[in-house]
């Protein structure tokens, strides 16, 4: 069981080019997150879904776009990278509760040079 | 706005010891209240949660103490041993008007216990 995985798992880039986080999961959950963890801010919500072709916005959007088209896959594009990117990214799934687990995955350090 | 605030930031015990980690929050909507733990390199992972109808929620050495008047809860991991190393993150969450999820996360405490 796969659960939750995340590619790549770390990343370097540049400064205006564009980038790619994938997140897949295998357990049809409903909802999924997109979070930055970032030293001294803990863990901020970029976006979120609530089920294939909806979503909304978190608390630092900006920079950011997803998209999901099928339940199981939520990647997150910054269109244009900035320094201030660099961060550690985790994909996180939930069942469609409102209470409920969120299950992270393992992932993607970014490095925007 | 934080509408969750963590302390400490950082946490030194010594094996046997008990740890103590404290929360706040501000929206009195909130009704769950999950602690994370996740171990350098990995994602974080539910530890333990608490609702507000009871004050305290006990799993193994870990305990949630829910004070809802004050607006606080803390977990306290007693018998500390070197393998509860990590950063721990509070939470807290409320029913939206379409019923999603949406939680409000502390900034974390790195604990580490000695030997």
């Known amino acids: 069981d796969a659960g939750i995985t995340q590619s790549p798992r770390y990343k370097i880039t540049e400064t205006g080019r564009q980038v790619t986080l994938m997140c897949h999961q295998t357990?049809?959950?409903?909802?999924m997150f997109w979070y930055r963890q970032d030293l001294g801010h803990g863990l901020r919500l970029i976006y979120y879904s609530a089920a294939a072709d909806i979503t909304d916005k978190g608390e630092v959007p900006d920079g950011y776009v997803v998209s999901r088209s099928k339940t199981e896959n939520f990647p997150l594009t910054l269109e244009s990278a900035t320094r201030s990117q660099t961060s550690v990214y985790f994909c996180?799934?939930?069942?469609?509760?409102?209470?409920?687990?969120?299950?992270f995955g393992p992932g993607t350090r970014l490095t925007v040079l | 706005q934080q509408q969750v605030k963590q302390s400490p930031q950082s946490l030194i015990v010594q094996k046997g010891g008990i740890s103590i980690i404290n929360c706040a929050y501000e929206n009195t909507a909130f009704d769950y209240f999950p602690w994370y733990q996740q171990f350098p390199g990995k994602g974080p992972a539910l530890l333990i949660a608490i609702r507000p109808d009871v004050s305290e929620k006990k799993e193994g050495r870990f305990t949630i103490s829910f004070n809802k008047s004050a607006k606080q809860f803390s977990l306290h991991i007693m018998d500390s041993q070197p393998g509860d190393s990590a950063t721990y993150f509070c939470?807290?969450?409320?029913?939206?008007?379409?019923?999603?999820?949406?939680?409000?996360f502390g900034r974390g405490t790195s604990l580490i216990v000695h030997p």
């Open positions: 939470a807290a969450s409320r029913t939206t008007s379409g019923g999603s999820y949406i939680p409000t």
């Open positions: 357990w049809s959950h409903s909802y």
């Open positions: 996180a799934s939930s069942v469609k509760v409102s209470t409920d687990t969120q299950y």
